[in-house]
Structure formats: C-alpha cells, structure tokens
C-alpha cells in the first residue's frame, strides 16, 4: 500500500479534525492529499512552535489534530513542548519527516537527524519509529495513545517509506499578481497609563456588556497575573487561559481556539510577544474567523522581566507588521479616554488593535491555579 494513502486513511479512521503542516521535500506526495482531501482545514505552518500554539487551542476546543513537520525543525518546538504540551498534559501526535538517515547528502539534515530521537527523549517525550512499511501498522495506536493519555507522541517516518511516490507540481490557477497597500500615519505621544489600566477597561467594558462568554487568553508573566488580580477585583466572569509558558505562543493558541469554538476570542499580545513569533500574525489573517481579536499591549518593553527596550522603542511598530502580515482591520490607540471606543470596535470582527502604554507592572501575586484548572476553566469542565 502507499504510505500516504495509509495515513490519511489513518488520520480519517481517527477522526482528526484538522491537520498542521510544514513542507518537507520527502513527504510531499502525503501533503498533497493532506491539501486535498483537508482543504481549509489543513493549517500550514510558518514555524514548528506556531503548529504547538494551534494544536492547543484546538485542544481546548475539544478537537482532534495531528502536526506533520521535519526533523531539521525539531529543534525549534523544544521549550514548547515542556512548557506548553507537558504542563498542561495536551494530547499530541507528532509526525516528522526524519531527514539524515537515508539517502542524505545534506550534512546539516544527517546531524539533525542523528539528533532527533535523543531530542524528544531527552523531552520526556515518547518515539515511534516507523522506517518500513511493516511498521505503519503501530501509527493508529500512537495517535489513540496520545489522546488517551493526553501526551506528546513522535512518530519518525523514513523517507525510505514514500520512495516512488509522485504527485503532480501544483497548478496555480489564480492569476499570480497582488496589490499591497499598507498607509498607517500616526505620531503616538506620552501615553496616559500602563497595561493594568488598559486591562483593567477591557474587562471593563465585557462587564459592563454584559459579555461573559468571550474567551481570554492571557500572555505570560505579569500580563496573566493582572488579569487574573482583575477579574476578582471586577467581578468578570469570562473564561481566561493563562499562559505560564511559552512566550511568543498567545496568538497562535487564541488562534486554534478561534478556529474550533463559536465564541468570541480575545489574544491578549504584547508586542515583544509579536516580535518572537511574528509569522503567526499572517497565519492569523488566513485561518482566523470573524471571532479571532487581538489586543496587543505596547509598552516597547520585555515587561515582565525588568523593562529591557526591544526594537519597538526604536524601529518597529507592531500595527503596521500585522497590515503588512494581512490583517485588513488594524487600529491603535495610546490615549485611556478613547479605549473604551477602540474596544468596541474591536469586537465586530477579526481585527488588530495596538494599545500603546507606559512600561510598569502592577504589583500582584502569581496565579495560584493548577494548569489543569487553567484549562478547565476554559473547556468548561
């Protein structure tokens, strides 16, 4: 049987509801069917971590998923994996194109490769090595495994396993030509307050709306912290998924939440945030429904760990990066009287909003809830 052919019948007996991807030359047979037979909901990647990201926000909206990627960009998932997929016990069915160890001739991909298994071991994270097409046999109980047991599964796939294998170039039928325009004037001046004064009137107005069902998912540090000080001091009631991880990964979770839930969902970003994983914000515009909203608070700082400028004091300017990354409706504000406004706005539809403010973190405790009721507290269990 072709290989291909067998795990996408695998993946359909399994009942994955989407799929992640990045290209790899030795499996592109199988992500051609992927494509084809998954259609809007094969997610393609623009970096390994985002794909962690996505999986577990569909987690989180109760569906399944599996993420194709290849051993050279292993390396990239490592901390990910511990602070995201290990400490909130998320189900995921890895498979990588293992690169390296047949037929190489690419140095880097024969290093990385001798790698990979030691990679995800030294992870904590289980390895499946299907090298021959006796073994595909074991891919069915892997993926049931890792959603039973909620947990990391690798599954190695040998290049050896797709070898003559062939798939048409694809044809792109669109007309291959784009018109980009990105024109945002602003001059922003002595912004009047701090993150926990933006936060505190975005709970605000959900409070004031009556909007108890809108999902918040809160980046790392002192961001969750205020918000999680704020809803007891207002009394909101909305689900919040606090990050304790895995800086860089806010959007890309609110995103795979977005993706599998009807309710409204707010990322709240920061721009450092942005700055690490600044590809999600195009994979955003592209999968992202009218649900998906992102908040991202600029302080030009790294604020929870001391206020270090980073290059948005000086150079970058997070609205018109996420125009320029295909979000159409982009707005900001740096002035507390308008906010309220903004906010409004935000909610009707999937838009960007830019809240410049002062640096400074208010001074409340850590977040005394277990990750298992971090997720709880959003999947409603």
Not at 5 to 25: E, M, N, Q, R, W
Not at 270 to 289: E, P, Q, R
């Amino acid at each position: 049987m072709e290989t291909s052919a067998f795990i996408l019948g695998t993946l359909k007996g399994a009942k994955i509801d989407y799929v992640l991807s990045l290209p790899c030359d030795r499996i592109k047979v199988l992500l051609h069917k992927l494509n084809s037979t998954y259609k809007e909901k094969h997610i393609n990647l623009t970096r390994e971590e985002e794909g962690i990201g996505i999986a577990s926000g569909l987690f989180l909206g109760r569906k399944k998923y599996a993420m194709f990627i290849q051993s050279s960009g292993v390396g990239n998932i490592i901390g990910s994996l511990i602070t995201l997929i290990k400490t909130y016990n998320i189900p995921l069915p890895i498979f990588v194109s293992h690169r390296g160890i047949y037929k190489e001739k690419i140095t880097p991909q024969v290093l990385m490769g001798e790698a990979t298994e030691n990679i995800f071991k030294a992870c904590g994270i289980s390895v499946v090595k299907i090298y021959d097409k006796n073994s595909l046999h074991l891919i069915p109980k892997a993926i049931e495994e890792a959603f039973r047991k909620r947990t990391a599964i690798a599954i190695l796939l040998s290049p050896a396993l797709f070898e003559g294998e062939e798939c048409k170039n694809p044809v792109f039928e669109k007309e291959r030509k784009k018109r980009v325009e990105v024109k945002i004037e602003k001059e922003i001046e002595n912004p009047d307050m701090r993150r926990f004064e933006a936060l505190s009137e975005l709970l605000l107005f959900l409070k004031e709306t009556g909007d108890s069902e809108t999902a918040l998912f809160a980046n790392i540090g002192f961001p969750a912290r205020e918000v999680y000080h704020l809803k007891k001091i207002l009394g909101a009631e909305n689900p919040v998924f606090y990050m304790l991880g895995s800086l860089g990964l806010v959007s890309s979770i609110a995103l795979g939440y977005s993706i599998a839930a009807e309710r409204n969902v707010i990322s709240i970003d920061g721009d450092g945030s942005i700055l690490m994983n600044t590809g999600t914000l195009a994979t955003c515009a592209v999968y992202g429904k009218e649900n998906l909203k992102i908040f991202c608070i600029d302080n030009g700082t790294w604020g929870s760990t001391g206020d270090q400028e980073n290059f948005n004091f000086l150079t970058a300017d997070v609205e018109v990066v996420a125009r320029g990354m295909g979000l159409k409706e982009t707005g900001c504000v740096w002035e507390r009287v308008k906010l309220k406004e903004k906010i409004e706005w935000l909610m009707n539809g999937k838009r960007f909003l830019q809240v410049v403010v002062n640096p400074g973190n208010e001074k409340v405790g850590t977040i005394p809830l277990t990750p298992e009721e971090i997720l709880n507290g959003v999947k409603g269990e």
